[in-house]
């Protein structure tokens, strides 16, 4: 950091009675307290009361300031603490009379790494590192006292219910598709509303479907699919190709406008877009299996796609 920088940082210049003061008071922010501003805080404490103090101190004056500034769970108690036993080293190594002599003489210090030369990634990225005191695990901090005693780990966020996710999600409008396949004996279709966009260039498109559907098996043996995206006036397809008690193989398409795309996989007519694809790769999804497939070719039609939003289709002249 060049002197000009410095000189424009209130936290670098003040006197050192005003910064501890304001410190304590937690009135810095994030981008008023760097890391030398942090480093000038553990050697004023080590300089005026020894390693213990002044640990307690930078403690409890990060916490302040993270609480002060409503983010609590900023606070990690292993990396302030390991900054002034680093700092109450290399004071008993190298005395110096002012904090710029102590950097001239120790410029490690302005290496914000200077840590993972003691501890693996691993373990400062830990919930317990945050939580309490732990020791280096590969360069031990001289003076540094051991591990704290062991206590459990945070326990992990209680997963979301099936309810709350599925609300959340229904509070979304979600375009409509109906995706089909065929591999020369058979053909199926789906409706599915976990279809989007993955990539320009190539083309790429995601479809998530449920692991065990009939049509995964075709449309790993055709390498194909294709996605029609509903209209509005097509809302009772939507409801037809989601219903359990529909005919399977071709006679699900009886009486239903449709034509065959290019690798012979059927395309509903009046649809809002349509999209021929070829299996790109898949991968597991938990109970689905995620489909990526690349896009051949694209058409579409200035008509108003179906949405469903709150469990329900919905159309333009449907209010909420």
Sequence with gaps: MSEHAIAEIPALVMPDEEFLARFERGEFAGDAFPHRAHLRMAWLYVTRFGPDAAVRKAADGIRNLAQHHGRPALYHDTLTR???????????????????????????????????????????????????????????????????????????????????????????????????????????????????????????????????????????????????????????????????????????FHGIPHHAGRFGVPLLDEASALLECELWCEYPGGDHTIICGRVSSASSRSVHPLLTYAGQFRTAGQSS
């Design 82 to 252: 390991a900054w002034v036993y680093l700092m109450a080293a290399g004071v008993a190594h190298s005395r110096s009379a002012t904090f710029a002599d102590f950097l001239v003489v120790n410029p490690q210090f302005l290496d914000k790494r200077l840590l993972l030369k003691h501890y693996s990634p691993e373990v400062l990225a830990s919930a317990r590192a945050r939580a309490v005191w732990v020791a280096p695990d590969l360069i031990p901090i001289p003076g540094a006292p051991p591990s704290a005693d062991a206590v459990p780990d945070p326990a992990p966020p209680s997963p979301v219910s099936a309810a709350q996710y599925l609300d959340a999600l229904r509070s979304l409008p979600t375009a409509v598709a109906v995706v089909s396949a065929a591999d020369g004996v058979d053909v199926h279709a789906l409706t599915a509303s976990s279809v989007t966009s993955l990539s320009i260039d190539p083309p790429l498109v995601l479809v998530c479907l449920r692991r065990g559907s009939r049509i995964l098996p075709m449309l790993r043996a055709s390498r194909h699919f294709g996605v029609s995206y509903l209209s509005e006036p097509q809302h009772e397809l939507a409801s037809h190709f989601a219903s359990v008690t529909r005919p399977p193989g071709a006679a699900q």
